[in-house]
């Protein structure tokens, strides 16, 4: 072959693989000339090095590596682009959904639940069963439309991508057919995802379906998709090797790879640290699990791996590895505090060394999942199981040895090629004679590329499978009801998941079975809530106000003032830092109406018609006009008002007194000092200038209320006023008529209650003289004598907010 033929063929074969290389030629001296051109561009060889090579297990991030060819590494970014994830299937669905986020969460992309405002959609598939794949055909049909209508709109584009099992199965079809689908990911391709939807962000086809034979995502970190749960999955290995004839999982999975038990445990431990109280190992044959890891391989036992009594494999036994056991204990031990379960196992890989340390550590969940998938010998033959019914027998005989409170489920599948009316009925027999507690019970469903699909004929009628179906569904729930009821009136260690779907006032929880049970009048934390916290109020409220009442009747008066609130906050070790912040009505809370359980909707008396809209010249943000015919309440015709409205506004009225006198209060006060040290307790500041100072006091706390707030600042230093303020007789005598004028004449004290009123009005001013004091004559003397003397000068208050001023004389408003 010459030289331009072996150059026309490898052209070929690169635009096969590139067809975006359009501009090489096919001479050779030209292909020569151009090549350089293409140098930063992959050629045939790194296609065929890539076969041989294993991948990096490393996430790309635009800004980081090395660039990807004809994509601009801003369009590797999300640009905060809303995702919107949808998954079916089974729970390694769930967990490479978490792992798809959590690639894109470090491309900013930002995650939605509305459909409405995603800019992406997401589905993980499933592709074990003919209906999986029917759900989601069915899905694309109602996205393809969405799409269209946004684009009719001139709404932002909607961009779909398919992913999982179904998009490595079906990808000709999802590419050709489907035309509204723009990217295609296979399960070991989730990391190209970024450059895939790059690709289809140009109204491109994108498709990655590259099945890998190391790829297990140990160095990405799942974000979980619900924060609230308890639970969690952690995949540690990927793929099947059995070749069961009827499955598909083979190849859309690839081959068995597992995760190094170093990643597992310390994402074990990561998840313990945020709360989780349960784990899930998840693998398509979890318990065929082999770290060959090059830190692993020095530990490792030489031997073949160990499988159960009576098993068999398809594929030459596998030497060397740490196995499952292994890693069970290793999990065991370092987070004994969390549950550890595992799915989906094959019993071949339930050696006695398995069993035996499920059975020696208690967080070890004792559930065991036994996928027999039918109980005929030549049924089993023909799946390729690798098993027959007594060795399925004595494996479930061997658990139970081992693990006398084992609860046990299973796979089962009737209708499958060839299977006759008496084959079926040893299934029936096979979960009569076993008992599980819970089972996975299907119609056989043919998939292509199976051996089943290859070598032979589904020649059961579907009417049979589905008779088939509901006889072994009605003989699984007759030994389940009766396994079941025997967790009836027994304690259990449960943890809760939530309530239960038949009432919410029941609580429902998973077992170490894995057996969900409820409790019935299970009284919660969050049904008590309110009332406790109720009580706990009114508990410190009661306290507050005898603490406060406490000081007040200390300072000599009648009624607290907020002076008296704050020293009792203090006292009771209570923090008032913020009360500035509330006082300048910063940052407060709004409470809202309490929802009333069974709240009747209040009926309008004599309202008919509707609203009249707004006419064309009114604004439209302007409220409507109200309704011509509706009741409207006036002050003399009202319609009855609530208790709960009256306490409501009462409250409000007494929220806002306090606010008021919050107010006041700081505005009157600067200086700041801690009632304790700040290197023992610096938590609770006192605000306070000089408590122990009287004129301080007696400026924060009046010796009287008979002024509003606004005068409140005449009154404070009544014992620091300056000039003479006493009224002359005949004042006094002219302010008598006018009294008797408007026809009031005031009651006269006797000698008794004017005594009396003297000694606390001396007790409240103790800045001013009790016998020298003028205006302590004053008042004491009911109709004033006429004959004062000076004042006497106190000490100075320390406060520059606070003035000398003098009380303003009272006028009388005549009745009219």
């Known amino acids: 072959m010459n030289t331009l033929a072996r150059n026309s063929i490898l052209v070929r074969l690169s635009r096969r693989i590139l067809p975006h290389r359009t501009c090489v030629r096919t001479a050779s001296s030209s292909s020569l000339q151009k090549r350089e051109q293409l140098k930063e561009g992959p050629s045939f060889q790194d296609f065929l090095r890539g076969t041989t090579e294993t991948s990096t297990s490393t996430v790309y991030i635009a800004d980081r590596g090395k660039p990807i060819p004809y994509i601009a590494p ?119 995802l970024p450059r895939l939807l790059a690709i289809g962000q140009r109204e491109q086809k994108a498709i990655n379906v590259l099945l890998s034979l190391d790829e297990t995502y140990a160095d990405v970190v799942p974000v979980k998709l619900d924060r609230k749960s308890k639970t969690a999955f952690v995949s540690i290995m990927r793929g099947c090797d059995n070749m069961c004839s009827y499955c598909i999982v083979p190849f859309t999975r690839g081959k068995e790879r597992s995760r190094p038990i170093k990643s597992i445990r310390e994402e074990a431990l990561q998840l313990e640290n945020e709360g989780i109280r349960e784990i899930t190992l998840l693998g398509q ?90 109980g005929n010998t030549q049924v089993l033959e023909r799946m390729r199981r690798g098993y027959t019914r007594e060795a399925y027998l004595n494996l479930v005989k061997e658990v139970r040895r081992i693990i006398p409170n084992a609860t046990l489920s299973s796979d089962f599948i009737c209708g499958f090629c060839g299977e006759s009316e008496p084959e079926f009925a040893d299934t029936v027999s096979l979960i009569e004679q076993v008992g599980y507690h819970a089972a996975f019970l299907f119609a056989y469903s043919m998939r292509e590329k199976t051996t089943a699909h290859r070598r032979y004929s589904d020649d059961v009628p579907e009417e049979v499978k589905q008779e088939r179906l509901r006889r072994m569904i009605a003989a699984f729930r007759r030994e389940a009801e009766r396994l079941n009821s025997l967790f009836v009136d027994r304690t259990e260690l449960v943890l809760i998941e939530g309530y239960s779907k038949r009432s919410r006032t029941d609580l429902a929880g998973r077992n170490d079975g894995n057996v969900k049970l409820e409790e019935a009048g299970f009284s919660t934390a969050e049904k008590d809530a309110l ?44 923090s008032i830092r913020g009360l500035d912040t509330f006082a300048k009505r910063e940052g407060r809370h709004v409470l809202p109406q309490p929802q009333q359980a069974q709240a009747q909707k209040q009926q309008s008396i004599l309202q008919a018609g509707q609203k009249i809209p707004h006419p064309s010249y ?95 600042e005449y009154y404070y230093l009544v014992a620091n006023r300056k000039e003479d303020i006493t009224e002359t007789k005949e004042e006094a005598d002219a302010g008598d008529d006018d009294d008797d004028e408007d026809g009031e004449s005031p009651k006269k004290e006797d000698k008794a209650s004017q005594e009396a009123k003297q000694e606390v009005e001396e007790a409240a001013s103790p800045s001013a003289s009790k016998s020298d004091s003028p205006a302590a004559t004053a008042s004491a003397s009911a109709g004033g004598s006429g004959q004062t003397s000076g004042v006497s000068t106190p000490a100075p208050i320390d406060n520059p907010y606070l003035r000398a001023a003098t009380i303003p004389r009272k006028v009388k408003h005549e009745m009219r």
């Open 74 to 192: 801003e369009t590797l970014r999300g640009q905060k682009r809303k995702v919107f994830l949808e998954v079916y299937g089974c729970q390694m669905n769930t967990n490479d959904t978490e792992i798809v986020w959590s690639i894109l969460k470090a491309h900013e992309y930002h995650r939605t639940v509305n459909l409405k405002e995603a800019d992406i959609v997401l589905m993980m598939t499933c592709a074990i069963r003919e209906g999986a794949e029917d759900t989601v055909w069915n899905r694309l049909k109602h996205l393809r439309l969405l799409k269209r209508k946004r684009e009719t709109n001139g709404e932002k584009p909607l961009q779909i991508g398919v992913l999982g099992c179904m998009a490595e199965r079906l990808k000709k079809q999802l590419v050709e057919k489907e035309h509204s689908v723009d990217v295609v990911a296979g399960p070991d391709a989730y990391k190209d």
């Open 285 to 374: 044959n979890v318990n065929s699990y082999r770290d060959t890891s090059d830190g692993s391989l020095e530990d490792a036992p030489k031997e073949a791996t160990l499988l159960a009594p009576g098993f068999r494999t398809v594929y030459k036994s596998k030497v060397g590895g740490l196995r499952f056991a292994e890693l069970l204990a290793e999990l065991a031990e370092a987070v004994p505090e969390m549950r550890i379960r595992f799915t989906s196992p094959h019993p071949k890989d339930f050696p006695v060394d398995v069993l035996e340390t499920i059975g020696k550590y208690p967080n070890i969940c004792n559930s065991l999942h036994l996928p027999a998938q039918s």
């Open 531 to 574: 009332e406790t916290l109720t009580e706990m109020m009114q508990s410190f409220l009661v306290e507050l106000g005898h603490s406060a009442r406490n000081y007040c009747e200390l300072a000599g008066r009648t009624q607290p003032v907020i002076g008296d609130v704050v020293v009792a906050l203090v006292n009771m070790g209570i």
């Open 618 to 712: 009114i604004p439209s943000h302007l409220p409507q006009f109200p309704d011509p015919h509706a009741y409207i309440r006036t002050p003399t015709h009202k319609q009855p008002v609530t208790e709960y409205e009256v306490i409501r506004e009462k409250a409000a009225q007494q929220q806002r007194d306090v606010e008021r006198a919050l107010t006041k209060f700081l505005a009157k006060t600067s200086e700041i000092d801690t009632l304790f040290d700040n290197e023992e307790n610096p938590m609770f500041p006192l605000i306070a200038c000089k408590p122990s100072f009287p004129p301080y006091l007696q400026a924060l706390n009046p010796s009287d209320q008979i002024f509003d707030f606004e005068e409140l």
